[in-house]
């Protein structure tokens, strides 16, 4: 009894956070250039992390989305402290809108990677 609760303790104890909206493809490949409004924007995505001009006077419009989850083998005792490890996913989208309001031109990027911390580091 006791090794389940210990099991099923660790389990909850696995930490993970996100900020922003999650993206998808089908989501991403329905942006048409000269088509899409910042407003349909906006509605699919929420609302931009940040929102500017580029060099050239356009406004730009970013969304980023960010999650890391903790590995759970951070929560071993005695091995946590050797090898802690981070799974972190990222996910951004620049937009570049013409004057009327519609989409320039935009770049997504969507990355995962896992870092590794610890005296065995």
Not at 20 to 28: F, L, R
Not at 86 to 92: F, R
Request: hydrophobic share 40%; aromatic share 8%; net charge neutral.
């Amino acid at each position: 009894m006791t090794k389940w609760l210990l099991l099923i303790s660790m389990l909850l104890l696995t930490g993970c956070a996100s900020s922003g909206t999650k993206m998808d493809s089908n989501q991403i490949s329905n942006i048409e250039k000269g088509v899409t409004k910042q407003a349909e924007l906006n509605a699919m995505l929420g609302n931009p992390m940040s929102v500017g001009f580029d060099a050239d006077g356009n406004k730009t419009a970013t969304w980023v989305y960010t999650r890391a989850e903790s590995d759970g083998r951070n929560f071993i005792p005695i091995y946590g402290a050797f090898d802690s490890r981070m799974n972190l996913q990222q996910q951004m989208l620049i937009v570049i809108f013409n004057p009327d309001g519609t989409v320039k031109d935009f770049n997504y990027n969507d990355s995962t990677n896992t870092t590794r911390a610890g005296i065995a580091q």
